[in-house]
C-alpha cells in the first residue's frame, strides 16, 4: 500500500508512505475502511501521517518523491456522485473487461478539518474546500491519463458562483479486452442540479468528442468539445 499526500505552489512536494499488506486492515463491505499504522480512509473521514526525511528521499530514488512532513485529520461528506453506467457492472468487473475501472461517489465532495505541512497548520473549511472524492480500479492505467475536473465554477452568464455544479472528465486511451480506444473521454456536467452525461461506453448516445491541450509558463491549457443524441 502507498499513501499519498502532497502539495502545489511554491511550497509543492509529493510525499509516499508505503506498508507491507501485513500491515493493511481493509474492510470490504460497508462501511468500506482502509487503515495502516496511523493513516486511515473510510467514506466519512481520513486521517494519518508522512514523513520523509532529506536523506531517505535522495538515498531511494525508488520512493518517487520529496521531502517533508503533512499530517491530517478531515472529515468528508460526499455530496454529488457520478456512475459510469453498466461499463463497471458486475459482470464486467468479473470479466475484466475494461484494462481499468473508474467510480465517483464524490465529484464535488467537502472537507473540514486541519492539515499540518512542514510544520505549518492549514484549518479546512466545507465551504472552500472543493474536494473531491473517486476510485480507480483493474490491471492497469490508462495511458496517456487524461483527468479534469473543478466545482469552483462560475456563470460566464451572471457572473455569479455557481453553487451546484461540478464537471468530471477521464479516460485518454482506455483499453477493452485488448483492444486500445485512442482519444475517448467520458465525462459529467452536473449544472446547478441537473446532470449531462457524455460517455463513449453507453454507444447507442453516439457520443463525440474533441479535445487537445497545451502548456504556457504558468499554465495548462485544455479545451474539450463534447457531443452526442440526447
Known amino acids: 500500500l ?4 502532497g502539495a502545489w505552489g511554491e511550497d509543492h512536494a509529493q510525499l509516499h508512505r508505503f506498508f507491507g499488506w501485513n500491515k493493511v486492515k481493509v474492510e470490504g463491505k460497508a462501511p468500506f475502511s482502509i487503515e495502516a499504522d496511523d493513516c486511515f480512509l473510510s467514506e466519512t473521514e481520513t486521517h494519518g501521517s508522512v514523513a520523509v526525511s532529506k536523506e531517505d528521499s535522495t538515498a531511494h530514488p525508488e520512493y518517487m518523491c520529496e521531502s517533508g512532513t503533512m499530517e491530517w485529520r478531515l472529515k468528508i461528506e460526499k455530496k ?11 459482470l464486467f468487473r468479473f470479466l475484466q473487461l475494461f484494462e481499468m475501472f473508474w467510480h465517483v461517489e464524490g465529484m464535488k465532495t467537502f472537507y473540514e478539518g486541519e492539515v499540518i505541512y512542514n510544520g505549518k497548520k492549514y484549518i479546512v473549511k ?31 452568464v451572471t457572473g455569479k458562483k455557481l453553487e451546484n ?17 485512442p ?10 442540479g441537473q446532470c449531462f452525461e457524455f460517455n463513449f461506453s ?27 443524441l440526447e
Open 80 to 90: 454529488i456522485p457520478f456512475n459510469v453506467g453498466y461499463g463497471a457492472s458486475k
Open 202 to 228: 453507453k454507444f447507442w448516445t453516439n457520443t463525440r468528442t474533441e479535445f487537445n491541450g497545451y502548456e504556457t509558463e504558468d499554465k495548462i491549457i485544455w479545451h474539450v468539445e463534447q457531443k452526442n
Open 2 to 5: 502507498m499513501v499519498k499526500v
Open 126 to 156: 466545507k465551504e472552500n474546500s472543493y474536494g473531491y472524492a473517486d476510485k480507480n480500479w483493474g490491471k492497469n492505467f490508462t495511458s496517456p491519463w487524461v483527468w479534469l475536473s473543478s466545482n469552483h465554477l462560475v456563470s460566464k
Open 165 to 181: 455544479s461540478v464537471f468530471d472528465i477521464g479516460g485518454g486511451r482506455p483499453k477493452v479486452g485488448f483492444i486500445s480506444l
Open 183 to 192: 482519444r475517448k473521454l467520458l465525462s459529467a456536467f452536473y449544472y446547478e
